[in-house]
């Protein structure tokens, strides 16, 4: 059940204290954020689309043009409903993405390091 339990509470840990020290120096209000709105999606689908197709262009093997097709609507059928659920639920939230990238440039340097498990080894 809690199988990446410390991966949680690791990543949870370093977003407390990126949060407590942006928040301390008052930059959270400077670093970009970014609204999921129509805007995003549009974007988002997009970009999703557009490398879709290069992966298809550079590794897939040459559909005829009637299978081409059906294969976008159905895989963008398929893939994409859960998407569309997911950011529409989330329509209207603003997050801090300067936030979630020191987070994650935290998160990769206290594991690979191996302080994560030097500092639970003193907490004992």
């Known amino acids: 059940l809690l199988t990446n339990g410390s991966d949680c509470l690791l990543h949870y840990m370093c977003s407390l204290c990126v949060a407590a ?10 670093l970009p954020t970014l609204t999921i709105d129509a805007t995003f999606m549009v974007v988002f689908f997009s970009i999703d689309f557009a490398l879709n197709c290069l992966v298809y ?8 043009v009637h299978r081409l097709l059906l294969h976008v609507v159905y895989g963008s059928f398929n893939t994409k409903t859960y998407f569309l659920v997911v950011l529409g639920s989330l329509c209207g939230y603003s997050f801090n993405v ?21 500092t639970l080894r003193l907490c004992r």
């Open 21 to 30: 020290l942006l928040y301390t120096l008052g930059a959270l209000s400077w």
């Open 57 to 64: 262009s550079l590794s897939s093997e040459s559909f005829g």
């Open 98 to 118: 300067g936030l979630m990238i020191l987070t994650g440039l935290l998160t990769l340097v206290v594991k690979r390091y191996g302080l994560y498990q030097k």
